[in-house]
């Protein structure tokens, strides 16, 4: 075996170093070796990440004594697979005791160079704190997979997401720095913002663009509003997370006629970050390629945890193979995905969710025995003709019967829209397999997400979990 390039834990890399300018790999080797090898390097490190959790946290020694396990004890996947899941109240009540980062730090905090956080919209929000040597690392990887989806030293690379405790902008970014890109961290979310976008990306004509799918959509259509065909913007590479999107059919398609770019999906949990270690490349465009070198992604059974076979579904859980600073050793992310191992057309050799991550366990619609993903509605209406390009889920009980409406922007006039409920709900209906009834609502009506979409309105809170 040759040596993989650059593999220690902890993790430092030459940070003079870039590729040969045509290769298609950061690096050759570690991309497109013999999984099996790949994966027997992977154990061992998984060892060693264990070893230094258990030598520096209080949090995982406790919760691996609790069931009688040693870092010495991971000498097989299998083993591995029992080591107990991290779930994010775990974390939050490590953070109520050991305000404000938890017992899971893992370095001294001077070693703390950001600190980011969850939007703690709903319950408390949960502090991350990055080491300045990860931080670092985080841009090296970022830099790599930026580097697999054809980003280049020179290239501009045009960020339209919040920079606030949202870690998404802030990994593009430290990505695009790295690889010597000319970054243009334009931000989102405020006042008259997007249609600002629209003229700075038809100044600049970025090569690379990075940002919510739900966020691209809105873009395209202000740029439509001021009269400006997205196409000339001369974007080529669109790269998305935060929100199932780039890897939903009829989503990837809008965006990619909207912009004439390729849509690329990546992204797995802020705590994860370097978060883009599930990423399609530029060879293999669609799905998510799991760089299972830079994070060990497993696909798990949402019950037992153990790994579920390549074609079946499961919830991917995660674990770091380089942070040293509250590092995530199997972080169960409560998500929904489908993994495979295929030839990749690029030639790196990791497994690949074919449909992205669908959607999260909790945000699944329980409806009269049937279980409805969101983003199949959204898929679904994008296909509908009239369609206007925005809608809600509501779920309400009446009398003993839930019921399941769909109120959906139309383009048509107002007495025209009969047929296009009718059809709709049929549609739906034969799809889901549950009676939807839509309701109309006229274009550009309802609220567009700058971040990422909420749109389920479950009004029977109390049978949810
Ligand atoms: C489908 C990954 C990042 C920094 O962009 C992010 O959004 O992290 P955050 O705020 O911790 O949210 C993570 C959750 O967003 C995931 O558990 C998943 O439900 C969703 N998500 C992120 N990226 C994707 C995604 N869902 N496809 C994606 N590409």
Same mark, same amino acid.
Request: aromatic letters at 10%; one cysteine or more; glycine letters at 8%.
């Given at each position: ?40 390097? $992977? ?31 991971? *000498? ?6 029992? $080591?107990?899941?991290?779930? =994010? ?47 670092? $690392?985080?841009? @090296? ?10 980003? !280049?030293?020179? @290239? ?5 997401? #919040? ?7 802030? /990994? ?34 970025? =090569? ?36 199932? +999107? ?8 809008? &965006? ?10 990546? +992204? ?50 995660? *674990?770091? #193979?380089? !942070? ?22 690029? /030639?790196?050799?990791?497994? =690949? ?7 999260? &366990? ?26 206007? /390009? ?44 549950? !009676? ?30």
């Amino acid at each position: 075996m040759t040596r993989m390039e650059d593999w220690h834990f902890p993790a430092a890399y030459d940070q003079s170093y870039l590729p040969d300018p045509l290769s298609p790999y950061w690096f050759p080797h570690r991309e497109t070796m013999d999984p099996e090898e790949r994966n027997a390097a $992977v154990l061992e490190r998984l060892r060693e990440v264990m070893e230094y959790a258990y030598a520096t946290s209080p949090f995982y020694r406790r919760t691996w004594d609790a069931v009688d396990l040693e870092p010495a004890d991971i *000498t097989s996947f299998e083993a591995f697979e029992q $080591v107990p899941v991290v779930t =994010k109240d775990e974390m939050r009540a490590s953070q109520h005791d050991h305000p404000p980062f938890g017992d899971y730090l893992c370095v001294d905090e001077s070693e703390i160079h950001h600190i980011h956080g969850t939007s703690g919209t709903t319950g408390m929000p949960t502090a991350f704190a990055i080491g300045r040597r990860d931080w670092q $690392v985080i841009a @090296d990887n970022h830099a790599r997979i930026l580097w697999g989806m054809g980003v !280049r030293p020179g @290239d501009t690379v045009f960020v339209a997401a #919040l920079f606030s405790l949202y870690l998404g902008s802030w /990994g593009a970014l430290a990505g695009a720095e790295r690889l010597h890109c000319r970054s243009l961290p334009f931000g989102a979310g405020a006042q008259g913002m997007t249609a600002r976008a629209v003229t700075w990306l038809a100044r600049t004509r970025p =090569k690379a663009f990075y940002a919510t799918p739900s966020y691209a959509l809105r873009l395209a259509e202000v740029a439509e509003q001021e009269k400006i065909d997205p196409r000339e913007f001369g974007l080529q590479v669109m790269f998305f997370s935060g929100e199932p +999107g780039a890897s939903v059919p009829t989503v990837r398609r809008a &965006i990619e006629d909207a912009f004439g770019a390729t849509v690329i999906d990546c +992204g797995t949990m802020a705590e994860m970050t370097p978060f883009m270690s599930a990423s399609a490349t530029a060879g293999t465009p669609d799905g998510m390629l799991l760089w299972q070198d830079i994070v060990w992604h497993e696909v798990c059974d949402p019950t037992t945890f153990r790994t579920v076979p390549f074609g079946a579904e499961g919830t991917p859980v995660y *674990t770091h #193979l380089e !942070r040293t600073s509250q590092p995530m050793i199997r972080l169960a992310s409560n998500d929904l995905t489908r993994w495979v191992m295929e030839d990749n057309p690029c /030639g790196r050799t990791y497994p =690949k969710l074919p449909d992205g991550v669908y959607g999260r &366990i909790d945000d699944m619609i329980h409806i009269r025995g049937e279980n409805v993903y969101p983003t199949e509605v959204d898929n679904y209406l994008r296909s509908v003709e009239h369609y206007g /390009g925005e809608h809600r889920i509501v779920v309400r009980r009446t009398g003993s019967m839930d019921e399941m409406i769909v109120r959906a922007e139309c383009t048509l006039a107002d007495g025209q829209r009969a047929e296009f409920e009718r059809r709709t709900g049929a549609g739906l209906q034969s799809l889901l397999g549950v !009676r939807v009834t839509v309701e109309s609502v006229d274009a550009d009506t309802l609220e567009r997400a700058e971040h990422k979409s909420r749109r389920v309105v479950d009004e029977r809170e109390h049978t949810r979990r």
